[in-house]
């Protein structure tokens, strides 16, 4: 998947974001173009949209959406990678029988000063795209990553199949910015133009609705 990038200063990263209760992550020994590996001369196309250094060229377009090709940035971080111990993935599918518990914890308690899971593996590559909410996808660290987040949820609804399969809490803006209306499994799954639109209820189970696969 390629390593770090090249030495880059900044000031580091701010979870989820500059304000009240955010984590700080301190900057690590990257920061720049991927230097090693497959990806070295990959071009990101998209964003930044939520960037995290000052010398990353605007997006040409106010909505992100404009093509803006860069190399692929990294910053690897210890502190991140600490936050997704199989202790703390294992306790996350042990430790929380409902699924508001379960996702708000793997989202991460930011005023507990707890990352979570999903958040730490994004910022264990960081960078650019990898540490911009928008635009993450454009690593391709990410889809291991989210493979992983997948499997654990996967894992979890496995231990109380009956009772988790359709479990479903939270609204339908990220932490609620905007208020939004309860999430319900009727509601629509929206990809664009990346693919036809589905309800969540029939992305509910790796063996239903489009999907055919399990994890081992």
């Known amino acids: 998947m390629s390593g770090n990038g090249a030495y880059y200063s900044y000031s580091g990263v701010d979870i989820p ?26 071009s990101v196309n998209l964003g930044p949209v939520v960037g995290l250094f000052a010398d990353s060229p605007h997006n040409p377009q106010s909505n992100g959406l404009g093509y803006n090709p860069r190399c692929l940035r990294r910053d690897i971080s210890s502190v991140a990678s600490a936050s997704t111990s199989d202790r703390n993935t294992s306790d996350l599918i042990m430790d ?83 208020p939004s209306n309860a ?17 969540i209820s029939s992305a509910m189970s790796t063996l239903g609705g489009p999907f055919c696969y399990i994890y081992l």
């Open 96 to 178: 929380y029988s409902n699924i508001g518990d379960f996702q708000d914890t793997m989202q991460g308690d930011f005023a507990a000063g707890l990352i979570g899971v999903h958040t730490a593996g994004h910022y264990i590559v960081g960078g650019d795209p990898g540490g911009d909410i928008f635009t993450s996808p454009g690593d391709p660290f990410f889809f291991l990553h989210h493979a992983q987040i997948d499997r654990v949820w996967w894992i979890w609804q496995n231990q109380d199949l009956k009772n988790r399969q359709n479990a479903i809490a939270g609204t339908n803006t990220l932490n609620n910015s905007p």
């Open 17 to 42: 974001f500059p304000g009240s209760n955010e984590i700080h992550l301190p900057p690590q020994q990257g920061g720049g173009c991927v230097t090693s590996g497959p990806f070295k001369s990959m």
């Open 183 to 199: 999430t319900t499994l009727a509601d629509l799954i929206d990809l664009g133009v990346n693919a036809p639109g589905i309800p």
